[in-house]
């Protein structure tokens, strides 16, 4: 069946460490996203990408950096500089471009903590 | 920018009774969709229903339908004969040609036995 794998399910980051999250997805979907969920806010929009080697700022983009080398592959590095990671993080992909009418499909989320 | 208001944080309905979650959104562009998401407690996002601006009726999606008034801009989410299983996080969102997806804070529902 074809849909959206995110992984590690959990991770746990030190204080000043990078940490990178997985998400593929096999829905030959051209674009994907990254959503950043906390208690209360609903989901906030990271990053997004609609076409491979190419992506655009979010909302709070801040801290965060993507990659966009294959169609299947959008993974999301936490950096150091942000300085609140911790939260539940959400990847998404839709067909055709990121405006379109088309509804996006989410995978399971990566929870995100800090040591 | 475009916002989405969901005013209710939380919301219960008694099991097999009907419940309607408001959505209002701030917009000056003419055309985009609207979308309502459940979120269950294993946290996945599933799609319940969507609605073009363009389309003047409203969408239904089997115990699911939506109050469309563009020109409020209020995009309500109405749930028939609700069971155990629809109890979750429902977000409202917002798209248009210049916007990705928004997301309003979501309303929590519970359902009764």
């Known amino acids: 069946d074809g849909g959206i794998t995110q992984s590690p399910k959990y991770l746990f980051r030190k204080e000043g460490q990078n940490v990178t999250l997985s998400c593929e997805q096999n829905?030959?979907?051209?674009?994907m996203y990254w959503y950043r969920q906390d208690p209360g806010q609903g989901l906030r929009l990271i990053y997004y990408?609609?076409?491979?080697?190419?992506?655009q700022k979010g909302d709070i983009a801040e801290g965060y950096s993507v990659s966009r080398e294959k169609k299947e592959s959008f993974p999301l590095t936490v950096t150091s500089a942000q300085k609140n990671p911790t939260a539940f993080y959400l990847c998404?992909?839709?067909?055709?471009?990121?405006?379109?009418?088309?509804?996006?499909?989410f995978g399971d989320g990566t929870r995100l903590s800090i040591l | 920018a475009q916002t989405v208001t969901q005013s209710q944080p939380e919301m219960s309905v008694q099991e097999a009774e009907t419940v309607t979650l408001s959505c209002t959104y701030d917009?000056?562009?003419?055309?985009?969709?609207l979308f309502w998401y459940k979120q269950p407690p294993s946290r996945q996002m599933i799609l319940v229903i969507r609605?073009?601006?363009?389309?003047?009726q409203n969408a239904t999606e089997n115990r699911f339908s939506v109050n469309f008034q563009k020109a409020a801009k209020s995009f309500s989410l109405k749930i028939s004969d609700s069971q155990l299983g629809d109890a979750a996080m429902y977000f409202c969102?917002?798209?248009?040609?210049?916007?990705?997806?928004?997301f309003g804070k979501g309303t929590r529902l519970s359902v009764i036995a």
């Open positions: 998404a992909s839709s067909p055709g471009r990121a405006y379109s009418n088309q509804p996006q499909h």
């Open positions: 829905l030959n979907h051209d674009a």
């Open positions: 990408s609609q076409i491979v080697n190419d992506f």
């Open positions: 917009t000056s562009e003419s055309d985009y969709y």
């Open positions: 609605q073009e601006a363009y389309k003047q």
């Open positions: 969102a917002y798209r248009s040609e210049r916007t990705p997806l928004v």
